[in-house]
């Protein structure tokens, strides 16, 4: 799927500011249970890079303390190489709770509407993804096995499904989302070949909403150099509409 960003990979990282062009300060205290991590380090997830933002030791009571200044974004709170949890930062004051013994809600994040909405949009986008994935997974490793027509067939029908289902989740979720760095992430986690309109739409809205924001130059040359791509190549941009060839 020709995506303009994962989960792990959205925008570079830009000067200090929030949309306003001034500088605001975050601060982040936040505690840390069942986790042998001696510190915590923020980094900013970017398009062509991940950058390192702050970092702060971890006391003995698993607590934690960062405070500084960048722009309102996508970042990510690591612990090591393998966990990590995504927070939409913005220039206030969050309160933070990591509980690995906690499978259900490991990660709490309370003070910013905009990560509100972000963090029940991840969770409700993981779902439909982790759905769509199965049945995906489960077409091919049946393949493979050369099951009945029947079952293919079957799993073939459930796979569109989901696919449908997924991609209305996206055009939908996206056209409501109150914030519009959420929507933009909703709309960018399916194949953009498939929501040209959408994604446009969500371009006007940042270069309105968010004028300064590297988010809004980044994604702009990002669809305007992918719609470029698929002109040179003499695809029809958006003909993928409404199909669900997942």
Known sequence: MHKIIALVLFFSIASACNLNGNTDKYTIEGTVKNHPAKSVVLEKLGLKQLTMVDSAAIDDQGHFKMSGVSEKGFYRLKLDNKTSFLILLEPVQYQVE?????????????????????????KEMNAVQQ???GWNQAYQAYGQMKVSMDTMMFIQQQLQTAGAKFESY???????????????????????DKFPKENL?????????????????DYREVYNNYEKQMKEQGRCFGCGQGSSGY
Do not use: C, W
């Not at 739409?201 to 130059?217: C, G, M, V």
């Open 131 to 133: 759905e769509l994935n």
């Open 170 to 192: 996206i055009r939908d979720s996206s056209q409501v989302a109150k914030d519009p760095l959420v929507a933009m992430f909703l709309v960018t986690n399916g194949p953009v």
């Open 98 to 122: 990591i509980d690995l013994s906690n499978q259900e809600n490991n990660f709490k994040a309370s003070g910013s509407k905009g990560n509100d909405e972000f963090q029940k949009a991840f």
């Open 201 to 217: 739409a969500i371009i006007h809205r940042l270069e309105k909403e968010l004028p300064n924001s590297s988010y809004t130059k």
